[in-house]
Structure formats: structure tokens, C-alpha cells
């Protein structure tokens, strides 16, 4: 939608809807260039809110004709509103419409897609297929019929369960489809296309079997198995874990290659991005598995949080999204590796969500208000949301969090609430004051925990003391901030009766540990209890011992970045003061140390242990960013590393080969991230032998996990001369270049590439058959990837804002929530020099001066510009 002044909306603005409809008949026939929907909606007047006309949403809708009662009504029409004065206070309201699927490429509302027809209408697409009150309050019961040609669109779904179907004259067919539940329309969808199907059955706990059905384009059932077995291990998780049973008799799944957002949960019929459906070892890496694992168990889950119980208004979208992630993280920890799951969540936390917090998009997880809902589907409302539920669990135990999600369906099934709903069911279960946790709903920014230790002999103590701040909160009034901590003894063993959680609720608090024989070393915010940034002046011995010693995995991992980031920032100041770095013994003595007892461990563990931290965390320590300074410190960190350590890689990459037959397990799983990690610091040494090592890993691999691990780190090479990268990545294309998602996995390869010619890559590229302008996937794996490589993105010279600049005006007519998602690029512009700023603004400038520029670019442009 164009517009030339955005309009904001305001939570505080909420008021309930005049009208209710309760039942939606929908008639959808899909012709040539074209398809008319005949909407049949049994409305009647909210008793509760003053009398009003009825004014529908709609978007991009020729209407043909609008009938009350079946008697032809007038009515007054803009782009957006339809309103109708003068109605009864109950009555049935009949359009017909017209629409232009195949011509929408904003890919929300009814779309066309290579293998069919369809829907995605979270957050307001369904006002693109008919005049409706396009909000989540209202929730009503659907029925819809399709019409389609049977030879085209032999497959003809919507949410529910189907009634009946039939053939039509000159070779069309229709299906009719019910559903039982109410729902907003956001949850509506309906396919039509030419699909193969993958069927199961699931006996739930009561003894109902469901319907189950993976719809794919055609011959890619042979991926299809591991998101089945995903969708049955969710739904017998959430029933040991919930209690929550299945409600439903079918549950469907559809994948489909052009699609904005990962996964929606459309009631029952749920519509996927192929990428977190399709997988097979030789095509799908270990991650790949796993994403899908999750985000199948994400949009189950969301059938009890977020479909049973829904979101009063869009501004309580975290309501279902934070809750959400959290269960499916919960999920993917119970089926894969605890430890490392945790890790991974926060390091995605701080890359993606801390900048957020700090930058010009800052929000809470509850908005306050938005000029487009759709730039609000962000890492502070899905993860920041999450960690946000995780504080509750741990304020009020396991238990008593089951007990607050048990009272919680209790009091709102079937009904669309708030976030302040939610928690009042949590205490009402446990008991729980939660008055000052509300904070965290209400305010943005991340805070910051400061701690101070003091050892007293003579008492035999050690008290913390905490201080908290938040400069981007409204106020300076304090949060109510979770602290797991315990005390090691100077030989790493821990203080007994040293293990807490401490509540802390005011802006300075002291806490006192008893019985403590000598100073001890604070291990604090384990298991990462808070989404906070902790300042605590940790000595590199303390952090070495906290890394040896630990009990924690987070908090041991913890300790190493600790060091690590510390030695990478100091490094970066030496280089751009033009002197060496220097980077101790003892921190390559701990490496070693990890490298020895990844038996003892976990590979995996070790492997998360020896990443570094990424340049985009890094960068969030720093008030200015020099991101050349900054690559080059870390990348000498890891030369240094493989210099000091090829023998402890060398032999570690050839004890670790897997031999048996490939399995997405986390044993495996862990013992190849291991191996691959080693082969990625090996190339930093830079030689032949090495570089041979990887293009035989890369010819040898029977799997994509190793294939693409080989490829990747190929593709970082910067020498002058490297064959092998150049083969890999032709022969790898040339391999997959029917499968659209390894492609893209070749095309992000090069894209984050740290070679200098990255850009010059880039641009090629867009030109390249691999490309394709209009699919999301395509856009985010080569121009959204490029945004977040820092060190080429954020070039001293604005070529990467001037080409991203362009990539955006290119598309924000077309799609503008992808074109607003790769202007999030910009979000840390001012952390930069003068002369990036400089090039950054005139990026941006251009940008928001563009004539008719979508809004929710413009959103994202004119809070980035401030």
C-alpha cells in the first residue's frame, strides 16, 4: 500500500469492534487472470460499543456487487473501507468481489505460485480477497468452496474438515470445506494447486486419530519424511508436556517456494515455506533439520497458543509469538542437545535482538503503537518475547508454569485476549505478584546489570551488589530481574548452598552469600535468566576457571566469548592504532583444553565453545565501529589459533569422521560441527595441503551438512589464487542447480564471504539464472545475507548502502515487507564512522524521498533517519 502520509496506530486507541460476524460463507472460483469470491457474512451490532455504520477493510478489490438480505444496498467505497449505513442489528451482508491473483506479488492476501493458488493473511492480508473487519477480535466460524480447473488444481484445500466435492462443467471442480472453530480471519486459507501428498495418521492421548498430510510440489515426497515425524513428535510433546491434545480430525500441511515468512499456522491447515519442510540428508545440513523440527512444532503449538487463544489486537502479538517460541525452544532442547540449544538461542539473541533493542526500531515486546504491523514481526516480539516467558518459568517453577497455562485455557479458550490476561492466569496459578515483572512488557531497550563482589574474611561472606539501568526505558524505575548465580572456590569446585536465584526488584540491591571460606568467583545469569547485558569486571583467570570449571554449559561457554570478545576488542584497537595485537598463552592454553575433552563435553559444546563471537555482537560493545579494525582482529584471533593449534585441528578433524550412515541425530550432529570447525580454522593457515583437505572433504561428502561446510569456508578464502574455491562453487551449482534450496545456500556462500570482491560478487549474481527478484528465499539468502556481512556491508566507501539503497527501490512496490526487511540493514548506521554515516544517510535520504514509497518502508527509513 502507498501512501504519502502514514498513519500511526496507537494501542491506547483500542476499542472494541461494532460489529461481530459469526459466520463467513466464502465462494472462491479461480478463473484465467482472475478470481471471483461471493463472501456471505452473518454480522450483528456489538451491544457494547455505541451504534456505528458498518465499514469493511479491503485492498486492491473490484467490487461487483454488495446485497443485505439478499436485496441490492448501496454503499460508499474508497481504496481501503467499505461502509454501509442504515443496517439492521443483525442481518446477512453478501459482496462479490474481484481480484488479481496472479498479479500479486506482495504475496499476501490470494497469490499465484509456480504450483498454485495461495494464501497468506497474517498480518491483514485477507482484506485482499474480500471486504471484512480484518482485525484479530473478530473471530468467526468459515465455510468456503473452491472452484478451479481439475486438471490445473486437481488439490483444493481450506482450513477445517472437508464436507463434500464434485466436478464441474468444462473440466472444473469444486471442494467444500468447514470448520468447526472460531478464528480470525488472519488464520483463514484455502490452496488450490498441483501437489503430491505425504499421509499419517496421529492417535492422541484420548484416543482420536488424526488425518495427517504434507502437501509438496510435485516429486518431492522422498523430503518430505522428517517434517512428518517432526509433526508427530510435536504433537505427542505437547500433549506430555501441555496437556494440549490435537482438536482437530485433519491437520495439513502445505510448502510452497514463494513465501514471505517462515511458517504460517492457518487453523489446521497450515502454509510453509519449503525450506522448513523439504529435507533430505544430501540436500539439508543438520541445521536444516533441526530448523525444521522447530519451526513444525512452532506452528503446531500455535493451534492452542494462538489459534484456541488469540491476540486481542496486533500490538499483542508477542501474546502468541514470544509464548510460542519459547515452547518450541523448549521442544527442540528436549529433542536434540539442551546444552548447545541454549547457547544458540542466545547468541542469535544478542546478533539480532540486542542491536534491535539499541537501535532506531527499538520497541517492547508489546508496542506501543505502529505506522505497519508487518515490521513489527521482529526478534524482540519472537525471541526477546520468549525470554520473557522463560523469566516467568523461572520466577514460578516448571510446575507452576504448567499450572498458569492450564488456568490459562481455562479462563480464554475461544477468545482473543492480552498479554496482560496471560500473566494474570500465570499468577493467579502460582501466587506470584507479577505488578513490576509487567515492565518488561511495556518498555524497549536492553537493560543493563551491573555487579560488584566483596569478599569479608572475617565474616566468612561474599555479597553482590547489583545495580540496573535502561537509558531507553520511559522512566528509571526498576524491572524485576531474575539472577541465577553460584560461587566457585579458587579450585573450581562450587560453594556449597551457593546455587540461587535472586530476585532482583529495585535499582540497587546487596545480596549475601553465608559461609564463603575464601573469594570466590561469581558465576552470574546462568543459563542466561535475563535477557540483560551483565558488566561485571571478570579477571582472564576468573573467566579461564569459570570456562574449566563450570556446571553451567551456558555459563562456561559464557566465560570463553568473555575472553574472547575481550581479547578481539583490544586487538581491534591495536590495529587501528596501527600496532600488532598480542594474544596470550593462556587463551590458546584453554582452547587446547577444550579440544581435549570433547568426550567428556560434547563435540557440540565444544564446537559452540570455539566459535568466536560474531563481528555484529561484537560491534554492540563498541560506541564506534570501525568494521575493517574489527574483521581483521578477528580473523588474526583465529590465524593465531590455527597456527598455535593445527596439530590439536589436524588430528581432532581426523578422529572425528563419521562413518556410520547419516542421522540428523545431536551425537552425529555435534561430531560433524566439531570437525567442520576444525576445517575452518585450518584454512586460515592458508595452504595448498589445507585447501586440497577441503575440496576433498567437498568432493567425498555424502551429505550436505559436510558438502556445504567445505564449500562455505571455501568460499572465505582470500588469496589471490584458490582453484579449488572456484571449483567447488561451480561444480556445486552445477550439481544442485535444481534444487531451489541449495542454490540458495550457494548463493548466501558467497554473499558472506569476507573476500574484499564480496560486492562485486553480489551484483553479478543478480544477474545470474541462480537469482530470482521475486522470490523471498532468493532476496534473503544474496541481498539480506550481504546486509548482515558488517565488514562488506558497511564499506568505507558506501557502495554497500548505495547498492542496497538500490535493491530496495527496486522492489518496495512489488513486495514491500521484504523490501522494509532488507532496509533493517541500515538500523546501525550512526555506531560508524563519519564518513560511513555520511554514505549511509544519502542511502537512506534516497530512499525516503522515492516517490510513493510503501509504508512500511518508509516506517523503517524514517525511524532509521530519526
Known amino acids: 500500500m502507498k501512501t504519502d502520509t502514514p498513519q500511526t496506530v496507537y494501542l491506547k486507541d483500542y476499542t472494541a469492534p461494532a460489529w461481530w460476524i459469526d459466520t463467513v460463507d466464502l465462494d472462491i472460483s479461480l478463473e484465467t487472470g482472475a478470481a471471483t469470491v461471493r463472501a456471505t457474512l452473518a454480522i450483528r451490532r456489538n451491544p457494547d460499543v455505541p451504534p456505528r455504520p458498518l465499514t469493511l477493510d479491503g485492498e486492491e ?30 442481518c446477512t451482508l453478501t459482496t462479490v468481489v474481484r481480484i488479481d491473483p496472479d498479479k500479486n506479488t506482495r504475496l499476501s492476501g490470494l497469490y499465484r505460485s509456480k504450483d498454485g493458488y495461495f494464501t497468506q493473511c497474517e498480518a491483514q492480508g485477507f482484506r485482499r480477497i474480500t471486504w471484512f473487519l480484518d482485525r484479530p477480535d473478530v473471530m468467526s466460524v468459515y465455510t468456503v468452496t473452491l472452484h478451479a480447473d481439475q486438471a490445473q488444481f486437481p488439490v483444493l484445500l481450506a482450513n477445517g474438515n472437508p464436507v463434500d466435492s464434485g466436478d464441474e462443467a468444462d473440466g472444473r471442480h469444486w471442494a467444500k470445506w468447514a470448520d468447526p472453530f472460531r478464528k480470525p480471519a488472519y488464520l483463514f486459507a484455502v490452496v488450490a494447486g498441483k501437489l503430491d501428498v505425504l499421509r499419517d495418521t496421529f492417535k492422541t492421548a484420548s484416543g482420536r486419530t488424526v488425518q495427517l498430510a504434507i502437501y509438496v510440489e510435485p516429486g518431492k515426497l522422498d523430503q518430505c519424511p522428517h517434517a512428518m515425524e517432526a509433526l508427530k513428535k510435536s504433537m505427542a510433546w505437547d500433549e506430555q508436556r501441555f496437556g494440549l491434545e490435537c482438536d482437530l480430525d485433519h491437520y495439513m500441511i502445505v510448502a510452497v517456494g514463494d513465501f514471505n515468512m517462515g511458517a504460517m499456522e492457518n487453523k489446521g491447515l497450515n502454509i510453509f515455506n519449503t525450506k522448513y519442510v523439504l529435507a533430505r540428508p544430501d540436500v539439508a545440513t543438520d541445521v536444516d533439520f533441526e530448523n525444521i523440527d522447530r519451526v513444525v512444532a512452532h506452528e503446531y503449538f500455535h493451534n492452542w497458543t494462538g489459534n484456541r487463544v488469540t491476540c486481542r489486537d496486533w500490538f499483542q502479538l508477542s501474546l502468541k509469538e514470544g509464548l510460542t517460541v519459547f515452547r518450541d525452544q523448549e521442544f527442540g532442547a528436549d529433542t536434540h542437545n539442551r546444552q548447545t540449544a541454549r547457547i544458540r538461542e542466545v547468541r542469535g539473541l544478542r546478533a539480532a535482538q540486542f542491536p534491535e533493542d539499541a537501535g532506531p526500531m527499538a520497541h517492547p515486546i508489546r508496542p506501543a503503537s505502529f505506522v505497519e504491523i508487518n515490521n513489527f514481526y521482529t526478534a524482540t516480539v519472537y525471541e526477546k518475547g520468549a525470554e520473557v516467558i522463560r523469566m ?39 501466587g506470584f505478584d507479577f505488578t513490576q515483572f509487567m515492565r518488561w512488557y511495556n518498555e524497549p531497550g536492553t537493560p543493563k546489570v551491573t555487579v560488584d563482589a566483596h569478599f569479608d574474611a572475617e565474616s566468612r561472606t561474599c555479597t553482590l551488589t547489583f545495580a ?97 570478545s575481550t581479547l578481539i576488542l583490544d586487538a581491534a584497537a591495536e590495529l587501528a592504532a596501527g600496532r600488532a595485537p598480542h594474544w596470550p598463552d593462556s587463551f590458546v592454553a584453554a582452547c587446547r583444553r577444550l579440544l581435549q575433552t570433547q568426550h567428556e563435553r560434547g563435540a557440540a559444546f565444544v564446537a559452540e565453545a570455539l566459535t568466536l563471537p560474531g563481528e555484529t555482537t561484537l560491534a554492540e560493545q563498541l560506541d564506534i565501529v570501525d568494521p575493517d579494525a574489527l574483521h581483521a582482529a578477528r580473523n588474526a584471533l583465529r590465524r593465531h589459533l590455527a597456527e598455535q593449534l593445527e596439530g590439536d585441528f589436524s588430528g581432532l578433524y581426523a578422529a572425528l569422521t563419521v562413518t556410520e550412515p547419516y542421522a540428523p541425530n545431536s551425537e552425529q550432529a555435534g561430531r560433524r560441527a566439531l570437525r567442520n570447525l576444525c576445517l575452518s580454522y585450518l584454512l586460515e593457515l592458508d595452504t595448498d595441503a589445507v585447501r586440497q583437505l577441503a575440496y576433498a572433504q567437498f568432493k567425498a561428502a555424502d551429505n550436505m ?162
Not at 461487483?64 to 439478499?70: I, M, P, T, Y
Not at 558465576?523 to 570456562?547: C, G, H, I, K, M
Not at 550457494?746 to 551484483?763: E, G, M
Open 705 to 866: 551438512t559436510d558438502q556445504f561446510a567445505a564449500l562455505a569456508a571455501l568460499a572465505n578464502v582470500n588469496g589471490p589464487v584458490c582453484p579449488q574455491r572456484e571449483q567447488a562453487l561451480a561444480e556445486f551449482y552445477a550439481q544442485w542447480k535444481d534444487e531451489a534450496l541449495v542454490v540458495d545456500k550457494w548463493l548466501q556462500a558467497q554473499s558472506t564471504s569476507r573476500r574484499p570482491d564480496t560486492l562485486a560478487t553480489v551484483k553479478a549474481l543478480t544477474a545470474h539464472p541462480a537469482f530470482d527478484a521475486g522470490n523471498p528465499n532468493k532476496i534473503y539468502a544474496l541481498i539480506r545475507a550481504f546486509g548482515a556481512n558488517l565488514v562488506r556491508f558497511h564499506a568505507a566507501d558506501g557502495s554497500g548502502y548505495a547498492f542496497m539503497a538500490e535493491r530496495i527501490l527496486l522492489l518496495h512496490d512489488k513486495n514491500p515487507q521484504v523490501a522494509s526487511r532488507l532496509a533493517r540493514s541500515f538500523d546501525r548506521w550512526k555506531k560508524f564512522d563519519a564518513g560511513r554515516q555520511a554514505h549511509a544517510r544519502s542511502a537512506l535520504e534516497r530512499i525516503r524521498d522515492h516517490a510513493g514509497l510503501a509504508r512500511d518502508v518508509h516506517e523503517v527509513v524514517s525511524r532509521a533517519l530519526g
Open 392 to 430: 516467568i518459568q523461572t520466577l514460578i517453577g516448571r510446575d507452576g508454569f504448567r499450572a498458569g497455562m492450564d488456568e490459562y485455557f481455562r479462563r480464554h479458550d475461544g477468545q482473543a485476549v492480552t498479554c496482560e490476561d496471560f500473566v494474570a492466569a500465570m499468577a493467579a496459578a502460582s
Open 61 to 90: 478489490l473490484n467490487t461487483v456487487s454488495l446485497a443485505v438480505d439478499g436485496q441490492e444496498t448501496p454503499f460508499f467505497a474508497t481504496p481501503t473501507t467499505l461502509t454501509v449505513d442504515g443496517l439492521p442489528d443483525a
Open 468 to 564: 540496573q539501568s535502561n537509558p531507553r526505558a520511559s522512566d528509571a524505575a526498576p524491572y524485576l530481574i531474575p539472577i541465577r548465580v553460584a560461587l566457585f572456590a579458587a579450585d573450581g569446585t562450587p560453594v556449597a548452598g551457593s546455587e540461587r536465584t535472586l530476585q532482583m526488584t529495585a535499582t540497587t540491591q546487596s545480596f549475601v552469600f553465608e559461609n564463603v571460606a575464601e573469594d570466590a568467583v561469581p558465576s552470574l545469569l546462568r543459563d542466561f535468566s535475563a535477557p540483560v547485558n551483565l558488566d561485571f569486571d571478570y579477571t582472564p583467570e576468573q573467566l579461564t576457571l569459570l570456562l574449566a570449571h563450570e556446571s553451567d554449559p551456558f555459563n562456561a561457554w559464557e566465560a570463553g566469548q568473555r575472553l574472547a
